[in-house]
């Protein structure tokens, strides 16, 4: 026997090798004897394994274990560990956190004058009188005012 079939005998009985890999095995199996009983003694052997029994870790692996967590914890996580991309993300959305909060807080309070599309600032207009004066019809109170009743 050559390795190779030696290691297709072992792959099969891990269920790791495709049916046609399978088929080609069986004949090889149903041709040679020899074979046929390496598989059956390989088969044997491999249904017998078993996992030792879990043993409790000692009373030094605990203490130790639990050292070292303390360690650990008093640490606290390094950002020296983490990679750079990650600090340089972390980073960037700190900063766009505080920009983004800086300009709501400032947009919220009404501490921003508005601006003339033009570079100048204008004075404060209700939207209909800012979308009339956009539009070019003037505001709105500018044509009440100017307007003659019959």
Do not use: C, H, K
Not at 15 to 28: F, K, N, P, T, V
Not at 46 to 57: M, Q, R
Not at 65 to 75: Q, S
Not at 125 to 144: C, I, K, N, R, T
């Amino acid at each position: 026997m050559n390795t190779e079939l030696e290691w297709s005998l072992l792959r099969r009985l891990r269920g790791e090798i495709s049916a046609e890999e399978a088929l080609w095995l069986d004949r090889q199996l149903a041709e040679e004897p020899e074979t046929r009983a390496a598989f059956d003694e390989l088969s044997r052997i491999w249904l017998g394994l078993e996992l030792p029994p879990p043993s409790p870790p000692t009373p030094q692996f605990t203490r130790e274990l639990l050292a070292r967590f303390r360690r650990e914890r008093a640490r606290g996580p390094s950002w020296s560990q983490a990679p750079v991309w990650a600090r340089a993300l972390a980073a960037a959305a700190a900063l766009a956190g505080v920009l983004v909060g800086a300009g709501v807080t400032s947009w919220s309070l009404g501490t921003a004058a508005p601006t003339d599309p033009w570079g100048g600032v204008t004075e404060e207009l209700s939207p209909v009188d800012a979308y009339l004066q956009l539009v070019g019809l003037g505001a709105f109170e500018d044509e009440q005012e100017g307007a003659s009743l019959p």
